[in-house]
């Protein structure tokens, strides 16, 4: 314990460093840690230096060239317009595009048959009507209800009660709960629509929730923050301060004033450091990674999150087989059909193969498309290598669309890995059943900086997860980031 003399020496010594120029260890140079800096340079904070455990910068914004297509492994999609500050940052490039996929005329069964219309139509109302940015949100009595249970619940009452008395209908319909769990599973990002809460603070925002960054990639929204985009005439000095391949081992932050960062590579003393990397490390890492461990508090609210993946499997095809007007199918599996799945290559999972878990194939540009798998294979597929990949979605392709297309073989394979790369052990982040309390908030918790031996905050944390209410978006990420370097823009300002 410090006596009040050298309390009072430490606070005096405190206010002057950070009345002079406070060094920032930013940890992460994903939105949140490229946000982070930028705006203190724009503030005159200089001394930032910003970790970054893998070779590249982006976090999981990850735009890469593919067969001569840009396409983006991570983020991929600028969700809503008022008051998103990607769409805000971005609006006047004309870089941001609708996709505007739905269902109707796309959906095709496992026997190479196409859904009506009418059908197409009933299952995205009650899909994606329950996300729909005029919704409400009060589904009514979903008090530590799971999205599925919810969900269930919307299936029976809107499309179950509509065919009842269609013997041909109603047959697909009772089979159709695994199709519409498959896109609740994309849609939240998790492994299973059993984990996420019904109840949530989640915010969607007006205007279209489609909009992709196309033919420039999502890392355009990077460039933005750093003056580096449309031209490099204004850009940020940020390059230097970026070291890559530098994965954080151990953070002291308790002792003194100044926290220090030991990495693969060297160590680093700074008067604050933001720590953005995602959920899943703090999951699975947070043990090792402080020091000393985290309050209670903290970890609490760390568990209060699920942190799930999709897989993308990108392909190219040296020969276009589709329609120029095709851009998007949607595959839903019967259940004779899954039941007489004869491709025995990769994992199973109750019998089933992982390509009954492929269920959307989107056009990227080109002659290149992606594959979307969601479930709980999802990590077994990541360590798929490319060539059977490649054979289960040929294998998909040929049975779903093989009476209608003559469905040509792919010749190369690019495919994510987040729930696997320990850098960042997933992508999405929700509120897991059971842990949603009204009026209190999980991510507050999450995002409250802890304080050195002068009560005031020396390792503070950013990231989507840390949003009161758009976590799992960039947009979300950027404003924290934004956040906690104002947090420390205040303190600069009030010690001077």
């Known amino acids: 314990m410090l006596s009040r003399y050298h309390l009072v020496i430490l606070l005096c010594y405190c206010h002057h460093v950070l009345a002079e120029a406070p060094s920032v260890i930013i940890i992460g140079a994903g939105s949140a840690g490229i946000a982070a800096a930028t705006r203190l340079l724009e503030n005159s904070i200089t001394n930032i230096t910003i970790l970054e455990a893998e070779n590249r910068i982006g976090g999981r914004i990850h735009s890469a060239t593919f067969c001569g297509e840009v396409v983006d492994l991570g983020a991929e999609y600028c969700y809503g317009e008022k008051g998103n500050i990607v769409y805000d940052l971005a609006k ?77 209908i109603s047959e697909i319909v009772k089979e159709g709960l695994r199709y519409a769990a498959g896109n609740v599973q994309l ?104 020091n000393p461990n985290l309050p209670s508090w903290k970890n609490d609210a760390i568990e209060a999150f699920n942190f799930g993946s999709v897989a993308k499997i990108f392909v190219h095809f040296p020969v276009q087989w589709w329609n120029d007007s095709d851009d998007y199918f949607s595959f839903f599996w019967r259940d004779a059909d899954l039941r007489s799945i004869d491709f025995p290559k990769g994992p199973t999972l109750d019998g089933l193969s992982w390509i009954t878990y492929i269920q959307e194939f989107g056009k990227i540009g080109g002659n290149v498309w992606a594959a979307w798998v969601s479930g709980d294979l999802v990590p077994e597929v990541e360590k798929q290598p490319s060539n059977i990949l490649k054979s289960g979605v040929e294998y998909v392709l040929k049975k779903f669309l093989g009476k209608v297309y003559n469905v040509t073989e792919i010749d190369q394979v690019l495919k994510t890995s987040w729930a696997t790369n320990d850098n960042f052990k997933g992508g999405y982040v929700s509120v897991r059943r059971g842990y949603y309390r009204k009026g209190w908030s999980h991510q507050d918790k999450l995002a409250k900086p802890l304080k050195g031996e002068s009560e005031r905050p020396v390792l503070l944390f950013a990231g989507d997860a840390t949003h009161p209410f758009f976590y799992s978006t960039v947009h979300g990420a950027i404003e924290t980031g934004y956040r906690e370097a104002e947090r420390i823009i205040k303190i600069h300002n009030e010690a001077k």
């Open 92 to 168: 006047n490039y004309n870089i941001l595009k609708s996709d505007s996929i739905t269902l109707e005329n796309i959906v095709y069964y496992s026997n190479g048959s196409k859904m009506d219309t009418e059908l197409s139509r009933d299952f995205e109302e009650t899909i994606f009507g329950y996300y729909a940015p005029n919704d409400d949100g009060d589904n009514g009595g979903t008090d530590g209800m799971s999205v599925g249970e919810v969900m269930i619940d919307r299936y029976k009452s809107m499309l179950v009660k509509k065919y009842e008395h269609n013997s041909t």
């Open 187 to 290: 849609l939240e990002g998790s492994y299973s629509w059993f984990d996420v809460a019904a109840d949530n603070d989640y915010k969607e925002l007006e205007g279209a929730w489609d909009l992709a960054f196309q033919g420039v990639g999502f890392k355009t929204i990077l460039n933005i923050l750093m003056k580096n985009y449309p031209n490099s005439s204004e850009k940020l000095p940020i390059d230097d301060k970026i070291f890559l391949n530098n994965k954080v081992t151990e953070i002291k932050w308790t002792g003194n004033e100044t926290v220090t960062v030991y990495t693969s590579q060297n160590t680093y003393t700074a008067d604050f450091v933001i720590f953005t990397p995602s959920v899943g490390v703090l999951k699975h890492q947070k043990t090792n990674l402080f």
